[in-house]
Protein backbone atom coordinates (compact mmCIF):
# COMPACT_ATOMS: atom_id res chain seq x y z
CA UNK A 1 0.00 0.00 0.00
CA UNK A 2 1.21 3.33 -0.53
CA UNK A 3 0.48 6.81 0.95
CA UNK A 4 -0.01 10.03 -0.61
CA UNK A 5 3.27 12.09 -0.37
CA UNK A 6 1.67 14.67 1.79
CA UNK A 7 0.66 12.32 4.25
CA UNK A 8 4.21 10.65 4.37
CA UNK A 9 5.31 13.71 5.08
CA UNK A 10 3.26 15.19 7.59
CA UNK A 11 4.06 11.62 9.25
CA UNK A 12 7.92 12.43 9.13
CA UNK A 13 7.47 16.02 10.26
CA UNK A 14 5.26 14.75 13.74
CA UNK A 15 8.07 12.18 14.51
CA UNK A 16 11.07 14.37 13.90
CA UNK A 17 9.18 16.85 16.21
CA UNK A 18 8.77 13.22 18.74
CA UNK A 19 12.47 13.00 18.42
CA UNK A 20 13.49 16.45 19.12
CA UNK A 21 11.32 16.37 22.36
CA UNK A 22 13.24 12.94 23.27
CA UNK A 23 16.99 14.82 22.44
CA UNK A 24 15.93 17.67 24.53
CA UNK A 25 14.98 15.84 27.60
CA UNK A 26 18.15 13.68 27.18
CA UNK A 27 20.28 16.29 27.00
CA UNK A 28 18.42 18.17 29.87
CA UNK A 29 18.95 14.99 32.31
CA UNK A 30 22.74 14.73 31.28
CA UNK A 31 23.53 12.66 28.34
CA UNK A 32 26.93 13.91 26.88
CA UNK A 33 25.45 12.97 23.20
CA UNK A 34 22.09 12.82 22.01
CA UNK A 35 21.96 11.25 17.77
CA UNK A 36 19.01 11.02 16.74
CA UNK A 37 17.77 9.21 13.39
CA UNK A 38 14.57 8.76 11.27
CA UNK A 39 14.55 5.63 9.36
CA UNK A 40 11.60 3.62 7.33
CA UNK A 41 12.39 -0.29 7.09
CA UNK A 42 11.73 -3.25 9.89
CA UNK A 43 12.69 -1.53 13.16
CA UNK A 44 15.01 -4.30 14.18
CA UNK A 45 17.30 -4.33 11.48
CA UNK A 46 17.08 -0.71 10.64
CA UNK A 47 18.60 -0.90 14.88
CA UNK A 48 21.06 -3.27 14.17
CA UNK A 49 22.32 -1.82 10.86
CA UNK A 50 22.99 1.51 12.18
CA UNK A 51 24.74 -0.14 15.36
CA UNK A 52 26.99 -2.13 12.80
CA UNK A 53 27.98 0.95 11.00
CA UNK A 54 28.82 3.37 13.86
CA UNK A 55 31.58 1.70 15.55
CA UNK A 56 31.21 4.02 18.45
CA UNK A 57 27.92 2.18 19.34
CA UNK A 58 28.28 -0.50 22.24
CA UNK A 59 25.26 0.08 23.68
CA UNK A 60 21.79 -0.55 22.52
CA UNK A 61 18.93 0.67 25.26
CA UNK A 62 15.34 -0.83 24.17
CA UNK A 63 12.16 -0.93 25.88
CA UNK A 64 9.98 -4.15 25.41
CA UNK A 65 6.31 -4.55 25.48
CA UNK A 66 6.75 -8.15 27.44
CA UNK A 67 4.55 -10.31 25.22
CA UNK A 68 4.32 -13.84 25.65
CA UNK A 69 2.64 -16.56 23.69
CA UNK A 70 0.38 -16.27 20.49
CA UNK A 71 0.83 -12.65 20.48
CA UNK A 72 4.77 -12.78 20.19
CA UNK A 73 4.75 -15.49 18.19
CA UNK A 74 2.20 -13.45 15.61
CA UNK A 75 3.10 -10.03 16.25
CA UNK A 76 7.33 -10.75 16.51
CA UNK A 77 9.32 -9.34 19.04
CA UNK A 78 11.58 -6.69 17.77
CA UNK A 79 13.96 -6.56 21.00
CA UNK A 80 14.47 -9.93 20.36
CA UNK A 81 15.31 -9.76 16.61
CA UNK A 82 17.81 -6.54 18.42
CA UNK A 83 19.38 -9.07 20.76
CA UNK A 84 20.44 -11.91 18.74
CA UNK A 85 21.66 -9.59 15.57
CA UNK A 86 23.20 -6.62 17.24
CA UNK A 87 27.34 -6.70 17.19
CA UNK A 88 27.26 -4.85 20.64
CA UNK A 89 25.41 -5.48 24.00
CA UNK A 90 21.45 -5.09 24.30
CA UNK A 91 20.12 -4.06 27.36
CA UNK A 92 15.94 -4.89 27.37
CA UNK A 93 13.83 -3.34 29.72
CA UNK A 94 10.27 -4.07 30.30
CA UNK A 95 7.87 -0.89 30.61
CA UNK A 96 5.90 -0.71 33.74
CA UNK A 97 3.16 -2.69 34.50
CA UNK A 98 -0.36 -0.92 35.13
CA UNK A 99 -1.70 -1.53 38.12
CA UNK A 100 -4.79 -3.27 38.33
CA UNK A 101 -7.52 -1.87 40.26
CA UNK A 102 -8.33 -3.85 43.28
Known sequence: ????????????ALEEGKLA????DAQRLGAPEVVTKLLR?????????VAREDPGIDL?????????????AL??????????????TVMVVRAPQAKQPA
Open 1 to 12: MQWPNEVLLEAQ
Open 21 to 24: TYRT
Open 41 to 49: GEPWDQIVS
Open 60 to 72: IVMGTHGRTGLRR
Open 75 to 88: IGSVAERVVRHAPC
